[in-house]
T-cell receptor
Framework: DQQVKQNSPSLSVQEGRISILNCDYT??????FLWYKKYPAEGPTFLIS?????DKNEDGRFTVFLNKSAKHLSLHIVPSQPGDSAVYFC????????????FGKGTKLSVIP | EAGVAQSPRYKIIEKRQSVAFWCNPI?????LYWYQQILGQGPKLLIQ????????DSQLPKDRFSAERLKGVDSTLKIQPAKLEDSAVYLC????????????FGSGTQLSVL
């Protein structure tokens, strides 16, 4: 039973355009959401997060949007750069003060120069 | 600041053999996690330590997997005996404490069980 779903295994975007990565979740107890980025042969690195009390969080070129009623979040990257090419994992946690993360399967983003 | 160190980087064993992975977290990080990432899947939590105590090992297959963090610093994950389905990347992560959402991951150990 997958509680965090990333239904697009891959995404290709032209350099300079917007990349939109989507994530859906089923567990209503999730109250904190994170995006991690992973390059080949490296561990995932934290990118951006959002609490369930917000619907948007922005950090430079990266913005995460949360739609609690739809149990959906998305990561927007504007403008996309070739260095953004990586696998992006959506993750979620529940329970205050303890970040046991449930990860999605990941979306491989390719930014084409 | 040094990152999370893991060794070995790769390991190939035959089924029914045993294997151990080592992790040294970022200095001062109280919380340590072991994750299993099977090809094509997201990382799955195996065990969480707070200092030298286990917080959650509910997803650890305890009949064959064991983990320890005796002095509250580095940690070892062992599999004995290994099965074919244990082939995966084993990721260690640490965070400042349980309330920190920023987990720092090591590069992982890629295990192949033949």
């Amino acid at each position: 039973d997958q509680q965090v779903k990333q239904n697009s295994p891959s995404l290709s975007v032209q350099e300079g355009r917007i990349s939109i990565l989507n994530c859906d979740y089923t567990n209503s107890m999730f109250d904190y959401f994170l995006w991690y980025k992973k390059y080949p042969a490296e561990g995932p690195t934290f990118l951006i997060s959002i609490s369930s009390i917000k619907d948007k969080n922005e950090d430079g070129r990266f913005t995460v949007f949360l739609n609690k009623s739809a149990k959906h979040l998305s990561l927007h990257i504007v403008p996309s750069q070739p260095g953004d090419s990586a696998v992006y994992f959506c993750a979620a946690s529940s329970g205050a003060g303890s970040y046991q993360l449930t990860f999605g399967k990941g979306t491989k983003l390719s930014v084409i120069p | 600041e040094a990152g999370v160190a893991q060794s070995p980087r790769y390991k190939i064993i035959e089924k029914r053999q045993s294997v151990a992975f080592w992790c040294n977290p970022i200095s001062g990080h109280a919380t340590l996690y072991w994750y299993q990432q099977i090809l094509g899947q997201g990382p799955k939590l195996l065990i969480q330590f707070q200092n030298n105590g286990v917080v959650d090992d509910s997803q650890l297959p305890k009949d064959r997997f064991s983990a320890e963090r005796l002095k509250g610093v580095d940690s070892t994950l062992k599999i004995q005996p290994a099965k074919l389905e244990d082939s995966a990347v084993y990721l260690c992560a640490s965070s400042r404490d349980r309330a920190s959402e920023k987990l720092f991951f090591g590069s992982g150990t890629q295990l192949s069980v033949l």
